[in-house]
């Protein structure tokens, strides 16, 4: 049986071969490595999402991207993934969720995401 990574990484792959070929010809791919630890601690977080949607030149995400689930050591990894600007989205239960813009230009990347304690809501009405 499939396990949602392995169906979120062969619906990501099928988008990418059913787009033009010649569209690609050009294009770049890269491999990229995610470690997800709790910015408090540096211990690593298990179980995380996290979600990587590739970014238009206009700053717009792209409703296709794909999810992943870290490891019991917080760590987690894509193959073929195209050069240009990935948000990246990082969710755990109990943690604030990480948000942030990479740019994917070199063969091989590692990204470190921080997830810090939820802070505390401000009311104006306290």
């Known amino acids: 049986m499939l396990q949602p990574r392995h169906i979120s990484l062969f ?50 995400q792209s409703k296709n991207g794909t999810q992943l689930k870290t490891d019991t050591d917080g760590k987690a990894s894509l193959d073929y993934v195209p050069y240009g600007k990935m948000r990246i989205q990082a969710i755990a239960p109990g943690l604030q969720t990480y948000g942030d813009d990479i740019e994917i230009n070199q063969p091989e990347h590692q990204v470190t995401i921080k997830m810090n304690r939820p802070q505390e809501q401000y009311s104006i009405y306290k």
Do not use: E, W
């Not at 071969?17 to 298990?46: C, E, I, M």
């Open 11 to 60: 619906l990501f792959a099928l988008t990418l071969t059913l787009l033009p070929t010649n569209s690609f010809a050009d294009d770049k791919f890269a491999h990229v490595d995610f470690v997800v630890v709790r910015g408090y601690n540096g211990k690593p977080v298990r179980n995380a999402s996290v979600v990587l949607h590739p970014v238009s030149k206009d700053g717009k």
